[in-house]
Protein backbone atom coordinates (compact mmCIF):
# COMPACT_ATOMS: atom_id res chain seq x y z
CA UNK A 1 0.00 0.00 0.00
CA UNK A 2 1.36 3.26 -1.33
CA UNK A 3 0.41 6.93 -0.77
CA UNK A 4 -1.10 7.03 -4.47
CA UNK A 5 -3.49 4.32 -3.26
CA UNK A 6 -5.70 6.54 -1.32
CA UNK A 7 -6.41 8.49 -3.93
CA UNK A 8 -9.20 8.79 -6.72
CA UNK A 9 -8.68 10.37 -9.89
CA UNK A 10 -12.25 11.52 -10.94
CA UNK A 11 -13.92 13.24 -13.16
CA UNK A 12 -15.86 16.65 -12.34
CA UNK A 13 -18.71 18.01 -14.26
CA UNK A 14 -18.41 21.53 -13.37
CA UNK A 15 -14.94 21.79 -15.22
CA UNK A 16 -15.07 18.47 -17.21
CA UNK A 17 -11.52 18.22 -15.87
CA UNK A 18 -10.42 14.91 -13.87
CA UNK A 19 -9.23 15.64 -10.38
CA UNK A 20 -7.28 13.43 -7.45
CA UNK A 21 -9.78 13.19 -4.20
CA UNK A 22 -9.03 11.25 -1.29
CA UNK A 23 -10.47 7.50 -1.18
CA UNK A 24 -11.58 8.20 2.59
CA UNK A 25 -14.09 10.45 0.76
CA UNK A 26 -14.68 8.58 -1.95
CA UNK A 27 -15.98 5.52 -0.06
CA UNK A 28 -17.51 7.61 2.70
CA UNK A 29 -21.29 6.97 2.13
CA UNK A 30 -21.91 9.69 4.22
CA UNK A 31 -20.47 12.55 2.08
CA UNK A 32 -22.60 14.79 -0.13
CA UNK A 33 -19.18 17.14 -1.07
CA UNK A 34 -16.08 16.10 -2.31
CA UNK A 35 -12.63 17.82 -2.18
CA UNK A 36 -9.90 17.32 -4.70
CA UNK A 37 -6.09 17.76 -3.89
CA UNK A 38 -6.65 21.54 -5.21
CA UNK A 39 -9.37 22.65 -3.14
CA UNK A 40 -11.83 21.84 -5.82
CA UNK A 41 -15.13 20.57 -3.95
CA UNK A 42 -17.68 18.96 -6.06
CA UNK A 43 -20.91 17.56 -4.77
CA UNK A 44 -20.92 13.38 -5.18
CA UNK A 45 -23.78 13.39 -7.58
CA UNK A 46 -21.11 15.34 -10.10
CA UNK A 47 -18.12 13.32 -10.57
CA UNK A 48 -18.08 10.22 -13.17
CA UNK A 49 -15.76 7.72 -12.81
CA UNK A 50 -14.16 7.40 -16.46
CA UNK A 51 -10.82 7.12 -18.29
CA UNK A 52 -9.10 10.37 -17.31
CA UNK A 53 -8.41 12.55 -20.27
CA UNK A 54 -7.77 16.36 -19.07
CA UNK A 55 -6.20 15.91 -15.73
CA UNK A 56 -6.15 19.42 -13.26
CA UNK A 57 -2.35 20.55 -13.16
CA UNK A 58 -2.92 21.49 -9.58
CA UNK A 59 -3.76 17.98 -8.85
CA UNK A 60 -1.33 16.54 -10.79
CA UNK A 61 1.43 18.06 -9.44
CA UNK A 62 0.29 16.82 -5.54
CA UNK A 63 -0.21 13.53 -7.06
CA UNK A 64 3.22 13.63 -8.40
CA UNK A 65 5.13 14.50 -5.47
CA UNK A 66 3.45 11.32 -3.60
CA UNK A 67 4.42 9.42 -6.30
CA UNK A 68 7.88 10.47 -5.41
CA UNK A 69 7.73 9.70 -2.18
CA UNK A 70 6.43 6.24 -3.08
CA UNK A 71 9.34 5.68 -5.68
CA UNK A 72 12.15 3.54 -4.17
CA UNK A 73 15.21 5.34 -3.65
CA UNK A 74 19.21 4.37 -3.46
CA UNK A 75 17.80 1.02 -5.17
CA UNK A 76 20.05 -0.73 -8.02
CA UNK A 77 17.91 -3.02 -10.19
ZN1 LIG B 1 -7.75 19.53 -9.06
Redesign the pocket.
Given at each position: MTATHNYRWLMSEYDA?W??FPSSQVDDPARRFLE???N?SVPVSKVLDAEPRKL?P??LLSFGKLLLNDWPRGSSH
Open positions: THCASCHCDC
